[in-house]
T-cell receptor, first 111, second 117 residues
Framework: DAKTTQPPSMDCAEGRAANLPCNHS???????VYWYRQIHSQGPQYIIHGLKNNETNEMASLIITEDRKSSTLILPHATLRDTAVYYCIVLNSGSARQLTFGSGTQLTVLP | GAVVSQHPSRVICKSGTSVKIECRSL??????MFWYRQFPKQSLMLMATSNEGSKATYEQGVEKDKFLINHASLTLSTLTVTSAHPEDSSFYIC?????????????FGQGTRLTVV
């Protein structure tokens, strides 16, 4: 699975959009981009995933660049409960769902 | 989404004793489950892959005789930390994988905080 690079930390004001970047320049054609988050002392929570098209669900939007070498997770209206470590993971669609977690981005939503 | 339940959520044990952690898939059958360990201020590290009806596969550096994994049914995997020592104190998390062709997201338990005193 391709390696990902994320900033170690970001702050965001409550109610504003949080934009979390991820670089995955070595991604291959059949690899998906997954996002998970981990609120302190809890198990990781799935957010969203995509292959090449932009995706949106009730939690977030995922924007993937045309060359697929980077992506951005967007939380449109961040709340204090969105404070967590966000992990961007590149995964072969055929894998058995074992995940390799990098260091992620600590997002702190400020009141 | 699918639910994975982990029990207990928190356990304190004495050094030298063994602790069993359960991971259950509540509304789907999981042929494969994964066990992770997370030390403070670090990311999750995969310890082992638990396969229903067969032996677990351990990551390099993880002692299989110390971390016993049993996956006797399609909804339950257990991790037993044998002869626990203070350095085994950590946050242990399981995840479950549905068979191919179904949802592809990995579903995680809520984690078990183990403290060995």
């Amino acid at each position: 699975d391709a390696k990902t690079t994320q900033p170690p930390s970001m702050d965001c004001a409550e109610g504003r959009a949080a934009n979390l970047p991820c670089n995955h320049s070595t991604i291959s054609g059949n690899e998906y981009v997954y996002w998970y988050r981990q609120i302190h002392s809890q198990g990781p929570q799935y957010i969203i995933h995509g292959l090449k098209n932009n995706e949106t669900n009730e939690m977030a939007s995922l924007i993937i660049t045309e060359d697929r070498k980077s992506s951005t997770l967007i939380l449109p209206h961040a709340t204090l409960r969105d404070t967590a470590v966000y992990y961007c993971i590149v995964l072969n669609s055929g894998s058995a769902r074992q995940l390799t977690f990098g260091s992620g981005t600590q997002l702190t939503v400020l009141p | 989404g699918a639910v994975v339940s982990q029990h207990p959520s928190r356990v304190i044990c004495k050094s030298g004793t063994s602790v069993k952690i359960e991971c259950r898939s509540l509304d789907f059958q999981a042929t494969t489950m994964f066990w992770y360990r997370q030390f403070p201020k670090q990311s999750l590290m995969l310890m082992a892959t638990s396969n229903e009806g067969s032996k677990a596969t351990y990551e390099q550096g993880v002692e299989k005789d110390k971390f016993l994994i049993n996956h006797a049914s399609l909804t339950l995997s257990t991790l037993t930390v044998t002869s626990a020592h203070p350095e085994d104190s950590s946050f242990y998390i399981c995840s479950a994988s549905a068979p191919r062709g179904m949802n592809t997201e990995a579903f995680f338990g809520q984690g078990t905080r183990l403290t060995v005193v």
